[in-house]
Each structure stands twice: as C-alpha cells, then as structure tokens.
C-alpha cells in the first residue's frame, strides 16, 4: 500500500468511525425499542465503525513509537548525506562561484509544468548569482518552516516541515543582498504520521527578496 493510499484510508477511519458508530447505535437501539429486534443494516455500521477506530487508534500509537525511535537517528542522517535546505542551498552557491552553471542548475531542476517564466528565472537568477565571482560567501538569516500537507501553513516544529523558505544574505565583499530559497520535501511528507522518515529536499524557487515567490503562493507569505 503506498504511503498516499494508506494515510488516506487513515483519514477516511478517523473521519468515518465515530459516525458509523453513532449511526449504527442509534439504528440497533430504535429497532430493538420498536421491533423486539436487532437491525442488520444497524450491526454493520456499528460494526464497521469500531473496526475503523480500531484501525486508527492502533496505527498512530505504533508511528509514533517508531517517530520517538527513528526521528532522531533520520535527523542525523539528513545533517550527515546533506539532506537539509541549508546544506542545498550550500551546495548550490558553492557551484555558482565556481562558475559551474550547469551543475547549480541540476541541484534548482526545471518543470515544465511551471511555465516559461519559471525557466526564465532559474537562469536568470543563477546568472545573477554566478556575476558575483568566486568570491561569493552567503550566510543564512532566517528559515521559516511550513507544512505541506492538507492545508500548508507555517509551523514551529522543523520536524514536521514539507516545505522551507530561508532569507539568505550573499555578497561578494561589496553590498550584500538578499535572496530567498524555497525547499521542498521530494514526494509526501507527513512527519510523525509516519515515523519522521529521511527527507530529500530539493531547491523549488530562488528570488531576490523584493520579488514575489513564482511557486509556493499560500496565505502568509
């Protein structure tokens, strides 16, 4: 089952459950009050309610066991292989002072999907950045954390994190300027839900920061 299919039958448990229940109650105890009878149609939704709590109640507690076992150790591993947004945007300032475009690109891939404007300003950008020499350093001012599931928002908890923005100062020993890197997390995310796997970001948008984000538009911004 793939992890989409799964959290979405955990959604659909959760949300169902506790209705199946209250309907399948109430169903049994007004045709026992009526009929002298148990309902069919009442036994199985009551039936298939806890069936569904069940499922739920005893899926989280065990993600979450191995989220207090293994979210520790997936950290370390994403601090060790690189797998972090500082550490990507790193890689890729690193490869523009060394005037290597191609390989700065490669880490900030194009989608076609975006449009052409998209294409425009990964080029552009990395251009912009590549002018500043082999003498470009950067430091990373801010990082706000957002959650990319159901509803995106900006949270606290790193951990939980699908998406990252980070404010970065770059400057080549004259004025420096800032930019804004938009990470994203390589397929779904659900942190906790899920044990707080391993996450692969990838660079998703680079701007200065007078401009407006060409991708991630959610509220709050």
């Known amino acids: 089952m793939s992890k989409l299919v799964l959290h979405a039958t955990l959604y659909v448990a959760r949300l169902l459950g506790p209705l199946f229940i209250l309907v399948g109650g109430l169903t049994l105890w007004r045709t026992r009050r009526r009929e002298s009878r ?30 207090s076992v293994l979210g520790p150790v997936n950290r370390l591993v994403e601090r060790v292989s690189g797998e ?22 490669a880490l900030w891939p194009a989608n076609e999907r975006l449009g052409p404007e998209y294409e ?15 003498e470009l ?17 900006v ?24 930019y804004i890197f938009d990470l994203l997390v390589r397929g779904s995310y659900w942190g906790e839900m899920e044990g707080y796997p391993v996450r692969h970001w990838q660079i998703l948008d680079v701007y200065p920061v007078e401009r407006e984000p060409l991708v991630w538009r959610w509220p709050g911004y």
């Open 84 to 105: 972090t947004p500082q550490a990507k945007v790193s890689s890729y300032l690193t490869l523009v002072a060394r005037g290597d475009q191609d390989g700065a690109l």
């Open 137 to 153: 350093s950067h430091g990373v001012l801010k990082i706000e954390w957002w959650t990319n599931c159901c509803e995106p928002q």
């Open 155 to 178: 949270i606290t908890d790193s951990r939980e994190a699908g998406f990252a923005r980070l404010w970065v100062e770059v400057s080549n020993g004259n004025e420096p300027r800032q």
């Open 38 to 67: 148990w309902s069919l149609a009442g036994s199985v939704l009551a039936v298939l309610g806890i069936a569904s709590m069940a499922f739920a109640l005893c899926y989280l507690p065990l993600s979450m066991m191995f989220a």
């Open 120 to 134: 425009v300003r990964r080029h552009s950008v990395t251009t912009e950045l590549e002018e500043l020499g082999p």
